[in-house]
Antibody
């Protein structure tokens, strides 16, 4: 079955950097668009970034220029490089998969359990 | 940015009763609307996409309707496992995806 396991979340100081990873299994990773979303403590959901199966990337305005999404299909892994972190980036970061191969439907049928990023001095 | 507004914020329902959740978009999203369920400590679960298509494995008691700016998620007969938080998400304006603030369905 589809499994997504995020890692890399930790406490980081304002202005710092962090790289999140998402290990995928149970499906043909290279065939699917993959996305990062986040949820601040006690708050709602926010879309962060997406990389299509073809490698096209998209970013929310709130992170463009600071975050970089990438994928390694050979390792079935998704990454999010986060720079210039601020308190507003504190959240549980989820990796999620598009339901359909070779498309970007912009909905998410499989999610990991999330990795917590806390930005604080 | 398309703003998604969900109502009510909290819905108190007895088991076995029907629950009706609303989601309104600040401008038309056509039928590009999804619903998710989230339980405490868990990731969201996709219930409905294209406003009314149930995702794989979702029970038939969940149904979605609407088009344009007004959408509804109906749970026909609430089961104990349905008490949770529900979010709507528009994807008409991709990649500028936006979510509603959520409706909590609690036991009455």
């Amino acid at each position: 079955q589809v499994q997504l396991v995020e890692s890399g979340g930790t406490l980081v100081k304002p202005g710092g950097s962090l790289r999140l990873s998402c290990a995928a299994s149970g499906f043909s990773f290279s065939d699917y668009s993959m996305t990062w979303l986040r949820q601040a403590p006690g708050k709602g959901l926010e879309w962060v970034s997406c990389v299509t199966s073809g490698g096209t990337t998209y970013y929310a305005d709130s992170v463009r220029g600071r975050f970089t999404i990438s994928r390694d299909n050979a390792k079935s892994s998704l990454y999010l490089q986060m720079n210039s972190l601020g308190a507003e980036d504190t959240a549980l970061y989820y990796c999620a998969r598009d339901p359909f191969e070779y498309s970007s439907s912009w909905v998410f049928d499989s999610w990991g359990q999330g990795t917590l990023v806390t930005v604080s001095s | 940015e398309i703003v998604m507004t969900q109502s009510p914020a909290t819905l108190s329902v007895s088991p076995g009763e029907r629950a009706t959740l609303s989601c309104r978009a600040s401008q038309s999203v056509n039928y590009n609307l999804a619903w998710y369920q989230q339980k405490p400590g868990q990731a969201p679960r996709l219930l409905i996409y294209y406003a009314s298509t149930r995702a794989t494995g979702i029970p038939g008691r969940f149904s979605g309707s609407g088009f344009g700016t007004e959408f509804t998620l109906t749970i026909s007969s609430l089961q104990s496992e349905d008490f949770a938080l529900y979010y709507c998400q528009q994807y008409n304006d991709w990649p500028r995806l936006t979510f509603g603030g959520g409706t909590k369905v609690e036991i009455k």
